[in-house]
């Protein structure tokens, strides 16, 4: 089983910055977290920022020059630094761990709220 643990979320106001973990453990031999998705009230989970083993990355338009995702393979860590953040960023983070098309893992995500 693959276990995944995000943290760094919480309350700031527009402007402001957090840094997002997402920590990888278990038999992760094969898997590949592969980004971090948002959920906003209201809306269907969706992809933010994407980094593929190559270490290729891919954001969505709304968080471009904004947002910077990374890995550190060391660590099985990926993280998401959000700067200039804005109320409609507010959402439940989450990273992803792709072991196959059909075979993924979530973890329990973070919740980031922006608010003035």
């Known amino acids: 089983q693959v276990r995944l643990v995000e943290s760094g979320g919480g309350v700031v106001h527009p402007g402001g910055s957090l840094r997002l973990s997402c920590t990888a453990s278990?038999?992760?031999?094969?898997?590949?977290?592969d980004g971090w998705y948002r959920q906003s009230p209201g809306k269907e989970r969706e992809l933010v920022a994407g980094i593929s083993t190559r270490g290729e990355k891919r954001y969505v338009d709304s968080v471009k020059g904004r947002f910077t995702i990374s890995r550190d393979n060391w660590r099985n860590t990926v993280y998401l630094q959000m700067d200039n953040l804005r109320p409609e960023d507010t959402g439940v983070y989450y990273c992803?761990?792709?072991?196959?098309?059909?075979?993924?893992?979530w973890g329990q995500g973070t919740q980031v709220t922006v608010s003035s």
């Open positions: 278990g038999k992760i031999l094969g898997t590949n977290v």
């Open positions: 992803r761990a792709v072991y196959s098309p059909t075979v993924h893992y």
